[in-house]
Nanobody, 122 residues
Framework: QVQLVDSGGGLVQAGGSLRLSCAAS????????MGWFRQAPGKEREFVAT????????MYADSVKGRFTISRDNAKNTVYLQMNSLKPEDTAVYVC???????????????WGQGTQVTVSS
């Protein structure tokens, strides 16, 4: 079992950048593929990005492709989401997740962080 703690959210102006972190404890992060999801008020939780166990493969939602970058440092048991060129529509609670395989759907993941709020002002 693994515990995930998300951090790095905040308030930023449109066009700005933030880097989210997801720190794992309880089991080595290299055992899991990792993903980031987000949920805006009144909306379903949606896929943002995923990365393989080794970090060699990544996938992104079309809405963030070219602006967000997912990465991982298995030695530090941490996954990151670098978010650039932020838009007001990126405002949401961002949550990291761990699972056996990469995936774009929530069912691919077994463990979830608590989430970190990202607010982008126009």
């Amino acid at each position: 079992q693994v515990q995930l703690v998300d951090s790095g959210g905040g308030l930023v102006q449109a066009g700005g950048s933030l880097r989210l972190s997801c720190a794992a404890s309880g089991r080595t992060l290299s055992s899991y593929a990792m993903g980031w999801f987000r949920q805006a008020p009144g909306k379903e939780r949606e896929f943002v990005a995923t990365i393989s166990r080794s970090g060699s493969s990544t996938m992104y939602a079309d809405s963030v492709k070219g602006r967000f970058t997912i990465s991982r440092d298995n030695a530090k048991n941490t996954v990151y989401l670098q978010m650039n060129s932020l838009k007001p529509e990126d405002t949401a609670v961002y949550v990291c997740a761990a699972g056996p395989l990469m995936g774009r759907v929530r069912a691919s993941y077994d463990y979830w962080g608590q989430g970190t709020q990202v607010t982008v002002s126009s």
